[in-house]
């Protein structure tokens, strides 16, 4: 686990221009830095770089970057079975210098090439530079669990784990994305391939990006994605036996997230997808595995749960209540966490349980996917509900149905926003084909009303379309899998997947998440979705196989998660932060939000008639970021 940074350029630049990106990024990599510096026979500067947090193979054979025959290679991340991959390059007559996964990726890719990749399982990114073909590889894992960005403006290249290290670059142009800025407001967060900058992207999970030299032209091939996955028949299987089958690959997935020559902990929530990990880990181990929770005396309190969880296992526990004086501070450092506007509050106990266990290990294993991969999330049952009801309206009246509905929504007043946004999201739903009535229902829950975003920003002219182009999940039989596929692509890999890692590794914490493991996605999803939401039970399967370890009756309590009362905070010991960094004259003069629809929904907000009021947290993110990035 890692940083790494990297240019390519003819122009003229400071050979101490790569040395100051990896500094930018120091905290992903406190226990060794390096940079190494090609100029090839084009004139073309190759700089790399990499702040090496040390896990496998802590001696010096692990330093980054590294070079092997022509290639030169800067990673991120683990590969688990790096040892069974290095067994098969043995036998084909590699050598090896280390014990490292760094040095079996290199091998890998000088016998298979991009082919390698299919042999992994991990969680990486890695920039490869091959002097033979003067290309750059890059390459992000499958679900997104490590970032990847990436510039091109002019001829010049940039490339990182986070979007700092371009500051520090004298050719990169901080230049706001409007487009960035409209899909941050509407998910709260800004998808792959946007970054808050134009001409800055970010790699998509599952993808090669191959930058040729020689031409300066840059090209995407997608190796693995979600949608390929749920085009797969479903089995034809009991249910012991599936059960049986994906609990195997489970026990697989959580052993190998054990494999470290550092000490591994977990952040033990006392939800069914922690417990899950944590049972499989402790039952293998000979010793106790430290776990950690965050406690908070407002919002959902899971730590006296996950004290119970812990002591059946028999975990070494640490519990820890923040009062809300810290989760407050952590705020002021939110966007140099996060680079860029990020609204999602749960971040803020993410930062604070790193923070906690980084004190006794330098891994800790998180148990994120669970809900994406087997029908956890709430708005599924609500979803196959919905959906079923506009299926009940026939083909030949869905394109009459829907034009009425909207001249019905033109009658309802502005002040009855989620009215208008109900009755417009279900008008533009049964206007489409069916198979993606799942699609537009699961993005009109999840999203921000187009309503409000045009309202809010400045000569934006947001619709319902979707931001995924829907004819790629065309093949998926089942409305309700191009779903689950929807949010595997967007929230799971935008969201929570970008929390996880900016949270751990602002305090040199690597974060491993066993249920990501492509086996259990790909798997998961043959199953018939009985298996996996029967109706009554979300995450049956899941459920059952937790059950195998813990009493049933332990694990019946409401789901929860991680959350604190933002919103009321906002109101109250927060309302003095809104004044400092919400300043209308200055929003007038950046020519992005509407101020004078800021300033009243804020005074909405503090009189408690505003209808919105997530919309006041990104706000206050957004302006944030811009206080600290762009002034």
């Known amino acids: 686990m890692c940083g790494i940074c990297g240019y390519i350029t003819a122009k003229p630049t ?35 770089g990499q702040a090496r947090l040390s896990i496998i193979d802590l001696s010096a054979g692990g330093h980054q970057p590294m070079l092997f025959k022509h290639l030169t290679i800067v990673f991120n991340g683990e590969i688990y079975n790096y040892k069974e991959i290095k067994a098969e390059l043995t036998n084909l007559n590699h050598e090896f210098n280390s014990g490292s996964d760094t040095e079996v ?21 890695f920039a490869i530079y091959n002097a033979k073909t003067n290309k750059l590889y890059c390459c992000r894992d499958r679900a997104g669990a490590k970032p990847f960005y990436y510039y091109y403006k002019n001829g010049t290249f940039l490339f990182g784990s986070e979007l700092k290290v371009f500051h520090a670059h004298p050719h990169f142009e901080k230049e706001i994305n409007k487009k960035a800025v409209e899909v941050y407001f509407r998910y709260r967060y800004i998808p792959a391939p946007f970054t808050i900058f134009s001409n800055a992207h970010k790699l998509e999970a599952g ?31 009991d249910y012991q036996e599936a059960k049986s089958e994906l609990k195997k690959i489970l026990v697989s997935a959580c052993n190998y997230r054990m494999v470290a020559d550092v000490s591994v902990g977990i952040f033990l929530s006392g939800g069914f997808d922690s417990t899950l990990v944590a049972s499989v880990v402790q039952n293998s181990s000979p010793i106790p595995l430290k776990s950690f ?46 680079d860029e506007p990020f609204a999602d509050s749960s971040a803020i106990p993410t930062i604070l349980v790193s923070r906690l266990a980084v004190k006794e290990v330098k891994v800790a294993l998180s148990a994120d996917a ?70 537009n229902l699961l993005d009109g829950a999840i999203s921000t009303p187009p309503q409000i975003l045009n309202k809010l920003i400045l000569n934006n002219k947001s619709d319902y379309n979707l931001l995924i182009d829907r004819n790629n999940f065309g093949l998926i039989e089942s409305s309700y899998d191009a779903a689950l596929a929807y949010d595997y692509m967007l929230y799971l890999q935008n969201d929570i997947l970008t929390k996880v890692d900016k949270a751990a590794m602002s305090v040199s914490l690597e974060g491993r998440e066993p249920l990501l493991d492509h086996r259990i996605a790909e798997y998961a999803a043959t199953l018939p979705l009985a298996f996996k939401y029967d109706g009554i039970t979300t995450k049956k399967i899941l459920k059952d196989i937790v059950y195998d370890y813990v009493p049933k009756e332990m694990m019946e309590r409401p789901k929860a998660g991680f959350s604190i009362p933002i919103n009321k905070w906002l109101k109250s010991s927060l309302s003095e932060l809104i004044d400092r960094e919400i300043n209308y004259d200055e929003i007038r003069k950046q020519g992005i939000l509407n101020a004078e629809f800021v300033k009243e929904m804020i005074t909405q907000f503090r009189a408690n008639n505003f209808f919105y009021e997530l919309l006041i947290w990104e706000v206050l993110q957004f302006q944030m970021w811009y206080n600290r990035w762009m002034k």
């Not at 101490?16 to 930018?24: D, G, L, Q, V």
Request: aromatic residues 12%; charged residues 25%.
């Open 14 to 48: 400071d050979l101490n221009i790569i040395n100051k990106m990896n500094t930018a990024m120091s905290h992903r990599g406190p226990d060794d830095s390096g940079e190494h510096y090609i100029l090839n026979a084009n004139g073309n500067q190759i700089a790399m």
């Open 105 to 125: 990726i290199l091998h890998a890719f000088d016998q298979w090439g991009m082919d390698a990749v299919n042999k992994f399982i991990g969680m990486f990114a």
């Open 207 to 237: 993808n090669w990006l191959i930058y040729d030299l020689e031409t300066n032209q840059i090209e995407i091939k997608n190796y693995w994605n979600i949608i390929d996955v749920y085009t797969k028949p479903k089995l034809k299987i």
């Open 293 to 338: 929770t965050i406690g908070f005396e407002e919002g959902n309190n899971e730590a006296p749960y996950a004290k119970e969880t812990a002591k059946y296992l028999g975990t070494d526990h640490t519990e820890y209540y923040c009062t809300q004086k810290e989760s407050i501070e952590i705020i002021n450092d939110l966007p140099f966490i996060f």
């Open 370 to 439: 669970g809900d994406e991969v087997f029908v956890g999330y709430n708005r599924y049952v609500t979803l196959l509900q919905n959906s079923n009801k506009v299926k009940q309206v026939p083909k030949y009246l869905r394109k009459l149905s829907s034009k009425f509905i909207s001249t019905v929504e033109n009658f309802v007043p502005d002040n009855k926003m989620f009215e208008k946004h109900k009755l417009k999201v279900f008008s533009n739903t049964i206007s489409q084909n069916q198979m993606f009535d799942s699609l």
